[in-house]
């Protein structure tokens, strides 16, 4: 299962982040009978910061697959540093019961270290750290993105503890956001309203030759039928699918698809036949605030 093994608690733990990177706005027959924007900054007061609006929260998710629903448990978190206008938010997900003594009780831990730009109306990645520990083993991945020289360094610990370092340039025109960044600057609003029938592509610092995904709000008649013969249950806003590289997902096609809340973080979802396993399904079991 190679899924497991390495991209499982990336991309199942890491669903409340279908927005990953930058987005740009294709209109593609979008809904004009349902006019919701899902701005939360439109909606509360004017002076409410991107960073004091999340600070605080905490999304808890578990996932499975077959007859196993709680292979693995996630939990996001967005806290203000002590330095005014930085914050933090982790992704952590460990394995759990047989699933994680097969995996040696993997955990992985993504952390992205953001500042307020633009007035406190976005937020941009300053680190983005990615910690993978397996049984007594931890390797290490750091990404360091400094605007003023306009480069990014990224790091990676072998696990013999000898560094990697590469530096790049940043283009003029890009803001290399991570993923746990474009989440929460998706949620507030940055990226543009949130409607029904619209199809955003995705830019992100290049990894492994991908720089841009597609994420798809579908539309009201798609919508409708997704409802039909589940569950009425509260926070479930929109439906999204986002297009990933098959190879990223060890799927056939590469789809991840979910709910959302009209807040834009995700409440079910699921990574489409992955190759071994079949549909590995997440779902939100808890939010804090503070």
Known sequence: MGLTRRY???????????PYGLFRV???GADSSNPEKAL????????????RFFDGEELVY???FWMVKRAALGRLSFKAD????LYTATLQGETLGVLGWAARYRVHTYRSVMQEIDGGRRLRGLSFEEDVKVGSTMTKRIHLFDYERRKWTSKRRRRNGMWVVKEQEIPQDRVYDDFITAAYNFRYGVYGPIERGKRYVVATFPRKGASSYEVMIVAKEEEEKRRTGIPLRDGKDFFARLKLDPELTHSKEGVVEGWLTKDLYPVEGAIRDVVFVGDIKGTLIQRKMR
């Open 62 to 64: 578990e996932a499975g």
């Open 82 to 85: 002590e330095k005014k206008g």
């Open 40 to 51: 939360p900054h439109a909606t509360k007061e004017a002076d409410i910061s991107i960073g």
């Open 26 to 28: 294709d209109e593609v």
């Open 8 to 18: 499982f608690l990336r991309w199942i733990l890491g669903l409340p982040l279908l």
